[in-house]
């Protein structure tokens, strides 16, 4: 387990330390701006595309790689390799006939796809609790992210007045170079990925049951996104793109912090999935997570008092603001994290997709309810409550509800 963490930690700590320096540089390179459009669209597609492969077939892929049913691994790539393109193609053609920024959006596409793509591999071989690969891949490629940002502003690519496509050029490069580092250094592991999957057995499941599970955790996938980041498109419509500026980078300073039970959990959830009894694994992590949380709060709100007015100055006070009123979802999401992850493991995905629906509809109101008022305050409260609610009722599910029928499959 601790090797594992420690490749883990090397793809999404290094990576998230990465894309953080990333988002906190594009204020000062480019202006809050153009940081605002670009963020805005941004979030626009990682609502759309991340649900719908991210996190439902790399779930899917995850827990059945970990149960030995390869043939259902094999049915998840099939899906992916055959639906995902004719996806970007449908929303780039969207973007070419109506008020898209079409440059913008087909860059963000193509940065998409080279990622889901990177991380249905990485899933795999997490199912088989083997993650040297994520580790060197994934946080080798994220470096490359505020590298080539950096390097197109020197060398003035777009200037003098550079456009929210050219962080999206950049997110581009990331994604081209991880498929490069895959194949320089894994061509052996690719290799044996392609050979367990044309080998493998049947699937033990009906192509329709893994259909619908695939669509509740694709649905879980789609309504979380949209709770977390339909506040960033509210603001743009009712506010402004600068206020989205403003909140979107004090909510990726949060973020941040979100690496450590992201981390834990890809580690634990293969672990939680074989467990014959997951109550003693549930008590150490629970706790583990508690603690962590509160020191991770600290630091959050000590990042807002002395780093972000050193960073951006008097002029973009307002991101401390945000900061500190997005600082408590940290406790929250990091036992969010737990027990949402046990309702996949018991098969629950359609409690949990009530639970983040539920979410879902508290957000929009309040956002609906505060924005006009408060603005980007007014959206971090909203935050602040959707998160209680969501580990609210996912703790209480999962403590009390048996594993499920085969309704909630």
Same mark, same amino acid.
């Given at each position: 387990?601790?090797?594992?963490?420690?490749?883990?930690?090397?793809?999404?700590?290094?990576?998230?330390?990465?894309?953080?320096?990333?988002?906190?540089?594009?204020?000062?390179?480019?202006?809050?701006?153009?940081?605002?459009?670009?963020?805005?669209?941004?979030?626009?597609?990682?609502?759309?595309?991340?649900?719908? =492969?991210?996190?439902?077939?790399?779930?899917?892929?995850?827990? %059945?790689?970990?149960?030995?049913?390869?043939?259902? /691994?094999?049915?998840?790539?099939?899906?992916?390799?055959?639906?995902?393109?004719?996806?970007?193609?449908?929303?780039?053609?969207? *973007?070419?006939?109506?008020?898209?920024?079409?440059?913008?959006?087909?860059?963000?596409? =193509?940065?998409?796809?080279?990622?889901?793509?990177?991380?249905?591999?990485?899933? %795999?071989?997490?199912?088989?609790?083997?993650?040297?690969?994520?580790?060197?891949?994934?946080?080798?490629?994220?470096?490359?992210?505020?590298?080539?940002?950096?390097?197109?502003?020197?060398?003035?690519?777009? *200037?003098?007045?550079?456009?929210?496509?050219?962080?999206?050029?950049?997110? /581009?490069?990331?994604?081209?170079?991880?498929?490069?580092?895959?194949?320089?250094?894994?061509?052996?592991?690719?290799?044996?990925?392609?050979?367990?999957?044309?080998?493998?057995?049947?699937?033990?499941?009906?192509?329709?049951?893994?259909?619908?599970?695939?669509?509740?955790?694709?649905?879980?996938?789609?309504?979380?996104?949209? %709770?977390?980041?339909?506040?960033?498109?509210?603001?743009?419509?009712?506010?402004?793109?600068?206020?989205?500026?403003?909140?979107?980078?004090?909510?990726?300073?949060?973020?941040?912090?979100?690496?450590?039970?992201?981390?834990?959990?890809?580690?634990?959830?293969?672990?939680?999935?074989?467990?014959?009894?997951?109550?003693?694994?549930?008590?150490?992590?629970?706790?583990?997570?508690?603690?962590?949380?509160?020191?991770?709060?600290?630091?959050?709100?000590?990042?807002?008092?002395?780093?972000?007015?050193?960073?951006?100055?008097?002029?973009?006070?307002?991101?401390?603001?945000?900061?500190?009123?997005?600082?408590?979802?940290?406790?929250?999401?990091?036992?969010?994290?737990?027990?949402?992850?046990?309702?996949?493991?018991?098969?629950?995905?359609?409690?949990?997709?009530?639970?983040?629906?539920?979410?879902?509809?508290?957000?929009?109101?309040?956002?609906?309810?505060?924005?006009?008022?408060?603005?980007?305050?007014?959206?971090?409260?909203?935050?602040?409550?959707?998160?209680?609610?969501?580990?609210?009722?996912?703790?209480?599910?999962?403590?009390?509800?048996?594993?499920?029928?085969?309704?909630?499959?």
């Amino acid at each position: 387990m601790i090797r594992n963490l420690a490749w883990v930690t090397l793809h999404h700590g290094v990576g998230r330390a990465a894309v953080f320096v990333f988002f906190l540089a594009l204020p000062r390179l480019l202006g809050i701006e153009v940081t605002g459009r670009f963020t805005l669209w941004y979030t626009v597609i990682l609502m759309l595309c991340q649900p719908l =492969l991210d996190f439902s077939l790399n779930m899917v892929v995850v827990k %059945y790689t970990a149960r030995g049913d390869v043939g259902v /691994v094999r049915r998840a790539f099939i899906f992916a390799a055959g639906f995902f393109p004719l996806l970007l193609l449908g929303l780039y053609v969207v *973007a070419l006939v109506g008020p898209w920024p079409d440059d913008l959006i087909g860059l963000l596409l =193509l940065s998409f796809g080279l990622s889901l793509s990177l991380n249905l591999v990485f899933s %795999y071989f997490r199912g088989l609790e083997d993650l040297r690969i994520e580790g060197v891949v994934g946080g080798g490629s994220k470096l490359l992210g505020p590298f080539l940002l950096f390097a197109l502003v020197a060398l003035g690519v777009g *200037a003098p007045d550079p456009g929210p496509w050219l962080p999206a050029l950049a997110m /581009v490069g990331v994604g081209i170079g991880g498929w490069v580092l895959l194949m320089v250094f894994f061509s052996g592991r690719l290799q044996k990925l392609v050979a367990a999957l044309r080998t493998a057995a049947p699937a033990e499941r009906s192509g329709f049951s893994l259909v619908r599970e695939g669509l509740a955790l694709g649905a879980v996938g789609l309504v979380c996104v949209l %709770y977390l980041r339909i506040d960033v498109v509210m603001l743009g419509a009712m506010v402004g793109e600068s206020e989205v500026g403003f909140y979107f980078t004090a909510s990726k300073i949060v973020e941040t912090a979100f690496i450590v039970p992201h981390i834990l959990m890809l580690v634990v959830f293969p672990r939680l999935v074989k467990a014959p009894d997951v109550a003693p694994l549930l008590r150490r992590f629970s706790w583990m997570l508690a603690g962590l949380s509160l020191v991770a709060s600290a630091a959050v709100i000590a990042l807002g008092i002395w780093a972000v007015p050193a960073i951006y100055g008097s002029s973009l006070a307002r991101i401390s603001t945000m900061v500190f009123a997005l600082a408590p979802t940290i406790a929250p999401v990091y036992l969010g994290y737990l027990f949402t992850q046990l309702l996949v493991v018991r098969d629950l995905q359609g409690r949990y997709l009530a639970i983040a629906v539920a979410g879902l509809v508290l957000n929009l109101a309040l956002n609906a309810l505060l924005i006009p008022t408060y603005q980007g305050v007014g959206a971090a409260a909203a935050t602040v409550a959707t998160e209680l609610l969501i580990t609210a009722a996912a703790v209480v599910t999962a403590l009390r509800a048996a594993p499920a029928s085969g309704s909630d499959r």
